[in-house]
């Protein structure tokens, strides 16, 4: 079993808001997340499959094909997007770190077809990451 | 003469527009840049002052209050906020690396009076730097 | 289940020293860690607690509590200063990276209430890295 | 139980290409790693090696003895070296990374005496990882 | 005036050998890397130009063109390949790192027409850089 | 005329403290700096040289040899030792980073005799940084 990650980065928007709460109760909650009109990161994602590398080519994954997957899949819907406004698979969640990696497996899983995804780990900053595995 | 560097971190949203253009020229010049909602970055932000080591000290700068300095003038006035939309000193700009960096130089170069502002760097991907250095 | 990580650093300084064997068993024990002055390290702490989003704030655990919480138990006690003199929870042991590792542990686990503590990386210099898990 | 982990680099070409199939599928499959003359990477390699700290020590292992070890065994036998012409024991595997990684599994593993070997983490690029545990 | 820079990375090998000199020579000048057989590294390119920010764009080069440019003239030719062999504009000098940033320069100038080539920067590990300023 | 950079790095312990002055006013002037015992930092040194790359071998100084010159009259000195007591070269001067890189100055640059040292910056931490060019 051999663990191979890709690691992608883009650039989108965010606002932290829970729109069941006040304006008050949201900014208690998210402090200058909050803030209306959003803010945004250099998000970095490392995607992680593992499995068995293949005899022929001693791939688990061929990271070409990796790479197109999560482009198509994931980058070309949130790179320099906002993920409140253009995003529609986060329209329904807080877009917290969590809750976009959980949206990201659901989307990426059933994708991966050599190997199996095993790890994905988002950075909002260089000091605060998150980590999902699909449990 | 020694040149020293204050490395600091933001999270900001911008959105690349020209309203003396239409939207259809904005979209050619600007690209994905032009998204309306706008988008975001972990901006870093490299602070050089140059001068002599004072001889009490061998501090060019007190790092700590540099660090104050531009806390108080740059970072709480553009983290967590959106360029284009809460940062009252860009109001007249287009947000471009270039020139949020020429607006912070023109902020902080009299706020600097141990040393001289020699050089601001302004990081806004991994890949992307612009540096101003006041010429 | 997500991970979350909170990345910080501090600096401090440290003397590898077994004060039960004589000078030259340390020599030959530690090497240049034995210097008696001590040396120093931009210390790199990674605490990571895992659990699941909550459903109002799609967070695990609040950064801005988790970095409050880590702020005052730890950074503030050690962050310049001499491990083997000024920090008193590390005075019976010897400061190596495994053993500030255990003892951070001790201290951090019962302050996390939201999610539970999850791992803790300590990296003493970009080629040495220490994990503890409470195992 | 703590891991510890030792980081190391190294600078070295390869070729990925299988002797079993026709130039035309290896360009399929491999694409421009297929490249006759092959091409090369800044490997980075982490070792780590998990253990009870020793009482006299406060040690997993040794890090001055785990670095020797990994020097002699692995970073003098490809360190500037062609994997496909220069390195004996690649020479009956395709080059990938994954496969690096579980030769250097085989080599390491019984070397380390102190602690076990846990995992080993081969960086090809910047964006390419991948990590061995012997399962 | 400012400094604009565009980073890229691409993998190569090279082979540090003087033709006109014997084995021996070429062995004492340029020991492990004189290797037959090449290695490689990710190498990391700083292109910076520098001009006056444009005042319909606040740009001094549209960086998606600068990076074409560069992948154009540059990655396509360089990337995955040896420079020993592969490289037609690199026959005629050994592929140093100071000798291949002053043949970029000169592939590169002339089709820097926004602002004016400023600087290269080539890193070939993390610890050697060189930089060319067409001095 | 190219740039050449060697990156280096080394863990030492100091203390920011004026015998001229007061304890009182050493504390106002360098806070937590002045600590009595003293902290540390995984400092790194990037020492550049100038020069024409030479026509034999393509270099403006072998890196070897730098690296040599560098550990022997700078590393083997300060590394995993404590500035104020145990380096004889530093006796005179509060050590901060300003102080160290002139120093560091007046040794290397008599040393370098293929090409000229053009610049030593030294990082103390991730985000101070200072750099001396022997003006």
Chains 1, 2, 3, 4, 5, 6 share one sequence.
Not at 11 to 40: I, T, W
Not at 43 to 51: A, D, S
Request: glycine share 4%.
């Amino acid at each position: 079993m051999v663990y191979v990650t890709r690691r992608s980065t883009f650039s989108a928007s965010h606002r932290l808001y829970n729109p069941a709460l006040s304006d008050e109760q949201n900014e208690v909650l998210f402090d200058k997340c909050a803030n209306p009109m959003g803010h945004g990161h250099n998000y970095i994602l490392e995607v992680t499959v593992r499995g068995e590398p293949q005899s022929d080519t001693g791939y688990v994954i061929d990271l070409k094909q990796l790479k197109e997957i999560i482009k198509r899949e994931i980058l070309d819907k949130v790179d320099h997007k906002h993920f409140n406004h253009d995003v529609a698979f986060m329209k329904d969640s807080i877009p917290t770190a969590e809750n976009i990696a959980k949206v990201f497996w659901k989307i990426l899983e059933p994708k991966i077809t050599e190997g199996k995804l095993h790890s994905l780990r988002l950075h909002e900053t260089e000091n605060n990451v998150v980590e999902y595995r699909g449990e």
